[in-house]
T-cell receptor
């Protein structure tokens, strides 16, 4: 079952923060985050594993709440380069060892 | 290392025809997954191959099939094309498939093949 992402779209000014949420009705093993710029392939950002810690690099981090089957992606002090569509992918007990992606969240950072 | 390559990059076909898409994973990667991407549906999982075996399959009709060769290169075939098959088809390679805990490793996507069915 496809995870749900919110918001569907968001527009930010440079330097502002954003949060993208991903939720599933199934118990999750892991959550994957990817970013895709227009006309390009999705790029891996991070994986959060069940029982693992919050991960992040640079000013992009994420958390994984196993009990609520939710993950959030945090973008701090957004830059123009953060623009793109963010996909979360989930691996759950019913989709063992394959990743099911959400519909995506479009993020636009403007000067 | 060279990235994931897909050929052809663009394809125009007519309804009823069939098409074969090719994907070469990153050297050393043994897992290849295929996804269909459309504006309304996002990334839809088609199937995943590991060491020439299909391990997972999404909810697509039997017209969609694939295979993987001993060098890990993979092909996807769509028979009896329909207008609704128009999409960007992405393949993604992963080094290890599934680890002992059953977790998928990070995937590296190719540029995709843009298929247009008229």
């Amino acid at each position: 079952q496809q995870p749900v992402q919110s918001p569907q779209a968001v527009i930010l000014r440079e330097g502002e923060d954003a949060v993208i949420n991903c939720s599933s009705s199934k118990a999750l093993y892991s959550v994957h985050w990817y970013r895709q710029k227009h006309g390009e392939a999705p790029i891996f950002l991070m994986i959060l594993l069940k029982g693992g810690e919050q991960k992040g690099h640079d000013k992009i981090s994420a958390s994984f709440n196993e009990k609520k089957q939710q993950s959030s992606l945090y973008l701090t002090a957004s830059q123009l380069s953060y623009s793109g569509t963010y996909f979360c992918g989930t691996e759950s007990g019913t989709s063992y060892d394959k990743v099911i992606f959400g519909p995506g969240t479009s993020l636009s950072v403007i000067p | 290392k060279a990235g994931v390559t897909q050929t052809p990059r663009y394809l125009i076909k007519t309804r009823g025809q069939q098409v074969t898409l090719s994907c070469s994973p990153i050297s050393g990667h043994r897992s290849v997954s295929w996804y269909q991407q459309t504006p309304g549906q996002g990334l839809q999982f088609l199937f995943e191959y590991f060491s020439e075996t299909q391990r997972n399959k999404g909810n697509f009709p039997g017209r969609f099939s694939g295979r993987q060769f001993s060098n890990s290169r993979s092909e996807m075939n769509v028979s009896t094309l329909e207008l609704g098959d128009s999409a960007l088809y992405l393949c993604a390679s992963s080094c290890c498939g599934v680890n002992r805990q059953g977790k998928v490793h990070e995937q590296y996507f190719g540029p995709g093949t843009r298929l247009t069915v008229t």
